[in-house]
């Protein structure tokens, strides 16, 4: 995400910061995860930013990565490869509702919480592809994109190749 230089307000957006640390915190609550936060790097040229993952205690079930922008927004990654950026760009043009957001946040992570992340990788001429669905009541997505050689031979030794449909989160009782 990227600030445009007509971007103004935007601490409009903090309150997805709120959202998602109450959210991390319940799912922490009634979920069988572990809780790991760690300041890391988005990319090569960006600043370090405050990263929360909660990993479920089964294997079966997809990990959530939530990073805490300085915009202020997140970096959401479900499983392994869906990736949503809250917002997606943050200008005044663009004109993204904060509150709309964090709908697509609980959306999102209630999907994966419930089991309705289904992920693979496909082998083309050109190379190779990730293809993932997200499914829940009223949510039905799906997203593909390309992957290096090194990383689709790792993802097809993980278990990738052929689809993966992540399991519901244990719960706590």
Known sequence: MRADPRTTGTARFAMLHDTAEAML???AE???????????LLGPTEA??????LIPRTPAAGPLAVAFTDFPGLMVRLGRWWAEALPACGCDDCGEDPGKLTEVLRTQVEA?????????????????????????AGFNARREGPLTAADAREARRSGFAAPVQWAPWPRRF
Request: charged fraction near 40%; aromatic fraction near 8%.
């Open 25 to 27: 915190e319940s799912l």
């Open 30 to 40: 009634r979920y069988m995860v572990e809780r790991r936060e760690t300041k890391e």
């Open 48 to 53: 370090l930013v405050r990263m929360v993952r």
């Open 112 to 136: 994966l919480v419930e089991g309705g992340l289904w992920e693979r990788v496909r082998r083309g001429v050109g190379g190779s592809w990730f293809e993932t669905r997200l499914i829940a």
